[in-house]
C-alpha cells in the first residue's frame, strides 16, 4: 500500500556535494519518522539520518556538520543534502518511512524501505 522511491545518487569527487530525494505514495493516513539509511560493501546497515515529527532530528556521528536532512510533509518527501562528502561515504542509501496507514478495514503503523541509490565518492 506504500511505495518508498529514492532518487539524486551518483558519482562524485571527494569534497562534492549531492541531493538526495525519497518520496512515500500511497494509503497514507501521516507519517512518523522519515530518515535515511546507508550500506557500505561488506557492512550493515547504519542510520545516517531521521526527521521525526515534531522537528526532532538525529544524525549519526559521522555525518553532522556535512549532512541536513529536511523534510515536506505536504509531499511526504525528504531530502538528504550531503557536503564535504568523504570516499567513506561510499555506500547504497535507503529511505525508510514509518507511517500510519489506511488498511481494509482499519488502519496500522508499518515501516517501509525504498530499492536503495548508489552514492560514490571518489578520492
Known amino acids: 500500500q506504500v511505495q518508498v522511491v529514492e532518487s539524486g545518487g551518483g558519482l562524485v569527487q571527494a569534497g562534492g556535494s549531492l541531493r538526495l530525494s525519497c518520496v512515500a505514495s500511497g494509503t497514507i493516513l501521516s507519517i512518523n519518522v522519515m530518515g535515511w539509511y546507508r550500506q557500505a560493501p561488506g557492512k550493515s546497515r547504519e542510520l545516517v539520518a531521521t526527521?521525526?515529527?515534531?522537528?526532532?532530528?538525529n544524525y549519526v556521528d559521522s555525518v553532522k556538520g556535512r549532512f541536513t536532512i529536511s523534510r515536506d510533509d505536504a509531499k511526504n518527501t525528504v531530502y538528504l543534502q550531503m557536503g564535504s562528502l568523504k570516499p567513506e561515504d561510499t555506500a547504497v542509501y535507503y529511505c525508510?518511512?514509518?507511517?500510519?496507514?489506511?488498511?481494509?478495514?482499519?488502519?496500522?503503523?508499518?515501516?517501509?524501505w525504498g530499492q536503495g541509490t548508489q552514492v560514490t565518492v571518489s578520492s
Open positions: 525508510n518511512v514509518e507511517a500510519k496507514v489506511s488498511g481494509t478495514a482499519t488502519s496500522y503503523t508499518a515501516s517501509y
Open positions: 526527521f521525526i515529527s515534531g522537528g526532532r532530528l
